[in-house]
């Protein structure tokens, strides 16, 4: 079969190389949000999936602060990003999404552009990075925000809207291809409370003490 397809690929581009892909189980997904100006990151801003890494970030549920990643995960996506944001010379806004394992971190995809999570990030931190982005890319000097994890002491969580519903014939399954049609953010004093906040805000309908529940691993 890897024959067949590699056969197939040559007679239709022999110039262009094959991709071979491979999909890493229970790997978590980061999510790395930032402005830089000639190559050196101004601010930034790390979160976590909730889900796994293999669901579309449009789809993912996000954390922010990220509550559950190492100090050597974080030290490395740092270190990552600074190199990607000098090499490539960056001057606004980017973003990058890491895939991690343990402290093992690879680096999925760099988009020079605002991502959908910066007004999401930057509400949370209350630093307007997309104001930040303009400025720099409009050739005016900058000064960077004071952002102290420390001294946040409320989680922000991004819940993904769908429509699986009100689609006759869509497929709940959520994978590689995003699918959800909105989001809503929620600030709560942990993640449990930001993420019930944001499933009820999505209109999500909590189960009373009298109806049953269905739990599947399926």
């Known amino acids: 079969q890897l024959e067949n397809f590699l056969g197939q690929a040559a007679a239709v581009a022999g110039d262009k190389p094959v991709v071979v892909t491979k999909?890493?189980?229970?790997?978590?997904?980061?999510?790395?949000?930032g402005v830089a100006a000639d190559g050196l990151i101004q601010n930034y801003a790390i979160g976590e999936h909730l889900e796994n890494?293999?669901?579309?970030?449009?789809d993912a549920t996000v954390i922010l602060p990220a509550q559950k990643l190492y100090v050597k995960t974080i030290r490395h996506v740092k270190k990552y990003a600074a190199l990607i944001a000098k090499n490539l010379n960056i001057s606004g806004p980017f973003n990058i999404q890491f895939m991690a394992k343990g402290n093992e971190?690879?680096?999925?995809?760099?988009?020079?552009?605002?991502?959908?999570?910066?007004p999401f990030v930057s509400k949370t931190l209350n630093a307007n990075f997309i104001s930040l982005a303009t400025q720099i890319m409009c050739g005016m000097k900058v000064k960077p925000y004071r952002i102290s994890l420390l001294d946040i002491d409320y989680v922000c969580v991004k819940a993904p809207m769908f429509s699986f519903t009100r689609l006759r014939g869509a497929d709940p399954k959520l994978?590689?291809?995003?699918?959800?049609?909105?989001?809503v953010a929620c600030f709560g004093v942990n993640a449990h409370d930001a993420f019930l906040k944001s499933l009820l805000s999505t209109g999500f309908k909590l189960p009373s003490k009298t109806m049953n529940i269905l739990l599947s691993i399926a």
Do not use: P, Y
Request: with cysteine; net charge negative; glycine share 10%.
């Open 175 to 183: 994978g590689v291809e995003m699918s959800s049609t909105g989001e």
């Open 53 to 58: 890494a293999g669901v579309h970030s449009g």
């Open 23 to 33: 999909f890493i189980l229970n790997a978590k997904e980061i999510e790395f949000d």
């Open 105 to 118: 971190v690879q680096v999925i995809e760099c988009n020079l552009r605002a991502s959908r999570t910066f």
